[in-house]
C-alpha cells in the first residue's frame, strides 16, 4: 500500500515563479489536508477538503490554492512564490472530517523559495 | 492558534531507560492523538486516545489523558534507539473537530 503519495521532494523555486503540489491517496479516504511545517512552529493548517468537491481554509491559506481533482487526488498551488513560503510541506487524508480517525502523511515536500 | 504544546521541547535519555512527554491543550476535545516523525519523513500516527478515556496501551506506549486538568502523557518503556525521532500530540476539537498540533517534542535516545 503506497498510502498518500507527495510529489515532488524537494524543489527549489526563485520569488515570483509558480508550481503545483501534487498529493494522491489510495486508502479511499474522504477528508484530506495539507500542512506546513516550519521550525518550533509545529504543522499548520492551509487548506482541507472535507469531502470531494469541497474545499475550505486553515490556519494559514493566504498565498495558496487547492484543488480536489477527485476523491483520491488535492493538489496546493503557489501562485506567485514568496521566500516566507519556504517550508515543508505535508499532505494527510482521513476517513472523515469527523469521527475517532488518525491521519495519514505523506512524507512531504520540502520547498525552497530564493 | 496552538492548542496542544508539548513539554518539554527536548528530550535525551539513555537507551534502556523511560521517556514521558506531555501535552497540555486549552479547550474541550473530542479525542487526542499522538504521532511520531522520523527526520526527513512524515508524521506517523501512534495512539489515539478518546476523551471519555483515561489510559490507553500500545505495545511500549502508554497514554493517559486528564480532561479535568486539560493534559496527557505519552510514556515510551525500555526506549530504543529507533524511539530518536520527534513527537506530537494533536487534539481533536470537541465542538468542530479541528485537528491542532502541537509544536513537539524532539526525542533523543542516546546508546
Known amino acids: 500500500n503506497a498510502g498518500v503519495t507527495q ?19 489510495d486508502m479511499n479516504h474522504n477528508s484530506m489536508y495539507w500542512y506546513r511545517q516550519d521550525p518550533g512552529m509545529g504543522l499548520r493548517l492551509i487548506y482541507y477538503s472535507a469531502s470531494e468537491g469541497t474545499t475550505d481554509k486553515g490556519e494559514v491559506p493566504n498565498g ?14 503557489l501562485e506567485s512564490a514568496a521566500p516566507s513560503q519556504t517550508s515543508v510541506y505535508f ?19 520540502r520547498l525552497s523559495i530564493l | 492558534s496552538q492548542q496542544g504544546e508539548e513539554d518539554p521541547q527536548a528530550l535525551s535519555i539513555q537507551e534502556g531507560e523511560n521517556a514521558t512527554m506531555n ?36 505495545g511500549r506506549l502508554r497514554v493517559t489523558l ?9 510514556l515510551i518503556t525500555a526506549s530504543r534507539a529507533a524511539d530518536t525521532a520527534s513527537y506530537f500530540c494533536a487534539t481533536v ?13 524532539r526525542l533523543h535516545i542516546l546508546p
Not at chain 1, 510529489?7 to 491517496?25: D, E, N, R, Y
Request: aromatic share 8%; glycine share 8%; charged share 25%.
Open chain 2, 23 to 58: 501535552c497540555s491543550y486549552k479547550t474541550s476535545i473530542n479525542n487526542l492523538q499522538w504521532y511520531r516523525q522520523n527526520s526527513g519523513r512524515g508524521l506517523v500516527h501512534l495512539i489515539l486516545i478518546r476523551s471519555n478515556e483515561r489510559e490507553k496501551h500500545s
Open chain 1, 91 to 109: 499532505c494527510a487524508s482521513r476517513v472523515d472530517r469527523v469521527g475517532n480517525q488518525p491521519q495519514h502523511f505523506g512524507d512531504g515536500t
Open chain 2, 66 to 74: 486528564d480532561t479535568s486538568k486539560k493534559s496527557s502523557s505519552l
Open chain 1, 7 to 25: 510529489t515532488p521532494k524537494f524543489q527549489v523555486l526563485k520569488t515570483g515563479q509558480s508550481m503545483t503540489l501534487q498529493c494522491a491517496q
Open chain 1, 64 to 77: 495558496y490554492n487547492v484543488s480536489r481533482l477527485n476523491k483520491r487526488e488535492f493538489s496546493l498551488r
Open chain 2, 93 to 105: 476539537r470537541d465542538r468542530d473537530d479541528k485537528i491542532i498540533f502541537g509544536k513537539g517534542t
